[in-house]
């Protein structure tokens, strides 16, 4: 039941644009994002719940897409305070964001000056 | 300020003993979880409990213990049976907005 992320790693230069994908076999109820810097604890971004819904945090944003399984998140205009890991978890329970979450392997993000 | 709480943020183990890691949050959330960091493995659902006195295992929870006797806490017992304790633990809980984290103890064995 873990979620596939891709790719693996991104490097970037600062500026440049990036996605990242979060593909599930399973039907999905919500997604959620995080970011992990090296070391450190992981840092909420943003739940998204089924119906395609997009939402936005700074120059970050994501989207549900229901019928394929998968979230994206996107990365627009990278500066250098993005680099980090970057996990989805989603949850299957039918009407809840609670309860477990099923973690992806991470992407793991660097951005270059 | 609310948030949870991790200690030690470092832990040595000998062989054949068993260690406690500390989780405490004053989120006031219900839930709360243990997960299991390796390299290149993500993050890894060892136990979760969604309410006082009552708790689930996860996907690899063999060798450990856990207890949540009280809302705000929820230790993590590392036993002599897990054979690779060796890595990074994190605390959280969670509401319907999301998960917090605590920030991590590193266990390694000695």
């Known amino acids: 039941q873990q979620p596939v992320q891709s790719p693996q790693a991104v490097i970037l230069r600062e500026g440049e644009d990036a996605v990242i994908n979060c593909s599930s076999s399973?039907?999905?109820?919500?997604v959620h994002w995080y970011r992990q810097k090296h070391g450190e604890a992981p840092v909420f971004l943003m739940i998204?719940?089924?119906?395609?819904e997009q939402k936005g945090h700074e120059k970050i944003s994501a989207s549900f897409n229901e019928k394929k399984q998968q979230s994206s998140l996107y990365l627009t205009a990278s500066q250098l305070s993005y680099s980090g890991t970057y996990f989805c978890?989603?949850?299957?329970?039918?009407?809840?964001?609670?309860?477990?979450?099923?973690f992806g392997r991470g992407t793991q993000l660097t951005v270059w000056p | 300020d609310g948030g949870i709480t991790q200690s030690p943020k470092y832990l040595f183990r000998k062989e054949g003993q068993n260690v406690t890691l500390s989780c405490e949050q004053n989120?006031?959330?219900?839930?709360m979880y243990w997960y299991r960091q390796d390299p290149g493995q993500g993050l890894r659902l060892i136990y979760y409990?969604?309410?006082?006195?009552?708790?689930q295992k996860g996907d690899i929870a063999e060798g450990y213990s856990v207890s949540r006797e009280k809302k705000e806490s929820f230790p993590l017992t590392v036993t002599s049976a897990q054979k690779n304790p060796t890595a990074f633990y994190l605390c959280?809980?969670?509401?319907?907005?999301?998960?917090?984290f605590g920030s991590g103890t590193r266990l390694t064995v000695v």
């Open positions: 998204l719940l089924k119906g395609g």
């Open positions: 978890g989603a949850t299957a329970d039918r009407g809840s964001t609670l309860g477990r979450l099923y």
């Open positions: 409990s969604q309410i006082v006195n009552d708790f």
């Open positions: 959280a809980s969670s509401n319907s907005y999301g998960y917090t």
């Open positions: 989120l006031n959330h219900d839930a």
């Open positions: 399973k039907a999905l109820y919500s």
